[in-house]
């Protein structure tokens, strides 16, 4: 996810401050791209191993057993979502459930409850 101010013409970043990794093959893959200060987010419910770098800031959250509780394991990226705005503010938890609500309720009314119930175990997590 690529979050800015203007036009994003590319969502490909090449030195984020942030990621969002859910299993192991993504923390290979991506730990050295994140800028030098940064954070990393783990799902530590999949992801054994940690990262080489000692510059990052790691935030381990199990985000499959989170999203077990609240009632599905496919949720998991919500809880990490929830996170994710916990530690980076950048957007408000009141903006995400209204584009959550917006987005599924439609298609889905049910998914916007599990969807909510994920996104603050998430947030709650990080105190």
């Known amino acids: ?64 057993d989170l999203a077990k509780e609240v009632g599905d394991d496919k949720v998991a990226n919500m809880v990490m979502l929830g996170a994710f705005i916990k530690k980076s503010e950048l957007v408000s938890m009141d903006t995400l459930h209204q584009v959550a609500k917006e987005t599924f309720s439609s298609r889905n ?9 994920a996104l603050l175990a998430g947030y709650n997590f990080l105190g």
């Open 1 to 64: 996810m690529v979050i800015a101010t203007e036009e994003i013409a590319s969502p490909v970043a090449s030195e984020p401050e942030y990621a969002v990794l859910m299993n192991n093959p993504s923390l290979f893959r991506f730990q050295n791209q994140v800028q030098s200060g940064g954070a990393i987010f783990l799902n530590s419910s999949m992801i054994e191993t940690r990262p080489v770098r000692g510059d990052l800031e790691v935030l381990e959250v199990p985000a499959n």
């Open 109 to 117: 009314p049910g998914i916007v409850k599990l969807n909510r119930s």
